[in-house]
């Protein structure tokens, strides 16, 4: 399992039970599983099973993922066809153990993969992608082995399982119906079509934006048009254009969201006009690169799915193992937010049309309000990142304030450890110490970018751990800081810090993992629930006692003056009507695509979005969604369909987790044991609302995240 942030916001990518016990083979008639050969064929003997870097070769890992891949086949087959009666253990917990080569090769690759590429390895991902999801198919689509689930599962009344055992059974189960185990053979025949129509628009739909964003980067005549810019970026703008074929001209290339980050800094406003609507118009204009109709077809086949599964809409369908499972709840908590940011977006806009009539503005403009809100910024806020920097140097800021907080808050300790081979020399690793002494697990740290890891950051396990497999936490975070020049320390800008807990927030939820399962283990939660821990975390970055601790000057020594964090803190609940309200929007416009019935689906994608934007009493034209329908691509073809209020639910719950510690008493040993007895140390093994009434007391609350985001006029229904 790995867990991604992007731009600020994370998202979940890759389902994988890394284990390393070997389970043995299932005792049946089916005698055909291959035997395992080469480096991944069993645990590696460093401790805690760490991969073995120095033997690892890039080359072994296609091959050795397309070994694991067949052993499992067969291992899932000969579950199937076991001749002796369906048992939760004959089962379930076979299919736990069922796949182990792969889980560990899979564990070392998709890190490589991600964090330290190549030509191999990136050939090897490619070629992999397809059989991985065949992989899929072959145990959610095989009929035998869910007669066998099924059954198990229609006994459960008297079976007197333990919660852990519960909750296994329950998830399967709902696995193989919410991938048609269900349906008959006619309708399976008529999914698998769909599927695979899905497959094919959501393959294209990427590409083709992926086109359209670059072909839309707007041309301009003259240097004097990109007044504002840097010269390094009129330079890149140069030969951004002689490459598109227009040598002696200006290109400016569009990034994916709605909003350009160089709007705020071009002073031209024409210029402003032309990039701002090349940015919302990209894919919508009627040319080679419009992709409504592509959207309007996976619309009307998602809801046409969803009423052969027997489901109202998509949405239904798509939120089935989620913390909210109604589509309703999802649209309620948004809409609560609306009369706040409503209100904010006004009040923000009227301080950018006072900064702008300065200028001779008489009309603010969608494509003025990143310049205006800029000079407000900057003539309210008076802060310099630079004057951050020398404060947090990146492994002071792990070791004296990750791991600091860590030890206040939970009793943990880390050793540094330097026996163990990484896959990168700038790494470090850290043998993860419990408050009893005992030993939870293994930490790496890397930190820094390279041209050859993706960007962001991200946490992810090596090894997961599992009781029944004998495996505790190998884990790993990768961020993106940029590398110090030879000699001088590494340091990191305000938000890099917070992006550090954050990633960490992620680790503690792997180490802290006590289950059975690996599929129910540690992160293995659900898309609306496993950036609640991490976004948690962030808060202890600026707990004063913390701060202290670690936000000390490289050469000086000297603390962080606190004026400087005040304005840190202040500047960020500026601008919320933009910075919050488009990502609510957006949240609110995936939820109008995938809350449609099959037969309202025949629509036409522009008049769609401008009903649903019309109706969100919010101020879509000066501020339009975060992205438009037909460049949306976490909900077209990345995974997040019906899932990008995660983002703003997870939030929510950071917030009010965090209003709790802070009025039961703050950073405490006391507190920290709460959270991982009622949350942090359960992986999936209760409902997630119950855990989260289990730590708090009561049901989440919207009100410490409106106050955290300086959101005023807290609204009713
Ligand atoms: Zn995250």
Known sequence: MMIRLFAGAAIVAMLSACASVEGGPVSTASAAVPKASGYFAQASALPFHAPDFTK?????????????????RAEIEAIANNPAPATFENTLVAMQRAGQMLNRARGVFDQLAAANTNDTLDAAQAALAPKLTELDDAIYLNDKLFQRVKAVYDARAAAGMTPEDAMLLETTYADFV???ALLDAAQKAQLMQMNSRIAALETQFSQKLTEATAAKAPVFDTREALAGLSDDEIDAAAKLAAEMGQPG???????????QPMLVSLTNRETRR????????????????????????????????????????????????????????????????????????????????????????????????GYYAEKVRKARYDLD????????????????????????????????RTDLPTYHPDMRVYTVIDKDGGELGLFYADPFARPNKQGGAWMG????????????????????????????????????????????????HGFFADQQYPALSGTNTARDFVEFPSQFHENLATVPAILSHYARHYQTGAVIPADLIDKVEAAATFNQGLGFGETLEAALLDMEWHDISPSESKLNAAAFEAQALGGMALDTRMIPPRYRSPYFRHIWSNGYEAGYYSYIWTEMLAHDAWDWIETHGGVTRANGDHV??????????????????????????????????????????
């Open 178 to 180: 919410h991938a048609g």
């Open 249 to 259: 001209k200006f290109a400016l290339a569009l990034v994916n969201t709605t909003q």
């Open 274 to 369: 032309r990039l701002f609507q090349a940015s919302v118009n990209r894919a919508s204009g009627g040319d080679a690169y419009d992709l409504t109709g592509t959207i309007e077809e996976l619309a009307d086949l998602r809801a046409r799915k969803a009423a052969l599964l027997g489901l109202p809409n998509y949405a239904a369908y798509a939120m089935y193992d989620r913390m909210v499972r109604e589509p309703a709840e999802a649209i309620k908590f948004m809409r609560d937010f609306v009369p706040a940011v409503a209100a904010t977006q006004a009040r923000e806009k009227a301080m950018l049309e006072e900064m702008a009539r300065a200028d001779g503005v008489t009309a603010l403009e969608p494509w003025d309000w």
């Open 56 to 72: 690892i070769k890039d080359a072994q890992l296609q091959p050795a993922i397309e070994q694991g891949i067949a052993i499992k």
């Open 461 to 508: 396990n090596f090894v997961e751990q599992s009781h029944l497999l004998g495996n505790k936490p190998v884990i790993y975070n990768s961020l993106n800081v940029p590398p110090p020049p030879a000699g001088q320390p590494a340091l990191m800008t305000f938000d890099e810090v917070t992006t550090m807990f954050h990633e960490f927030g992620h680790a503690m």
């Open 676 to 717: 991982r007895e009622t949350f942090l140390g359960q992986g999936h093994t209760k409902d997630y609302e119950v855990m989260y009434r289990d730590y708090a007391g009561h049901d989440p609350r919207v009100e410490p995240m409106l106050k955290a985001r300086g959101l005023t006029g807290v609204g009713g229904e």
């Open 385 to 416: 990142e630079n004057q951050l920097k020398p404060y947090f140097e990146v492994w002071n800021t792990l070791e004296n304030g990750v791991f600091h907080a860590m030890e206040q808050f939970y009793g943990v300790t880390f050793k540094r």
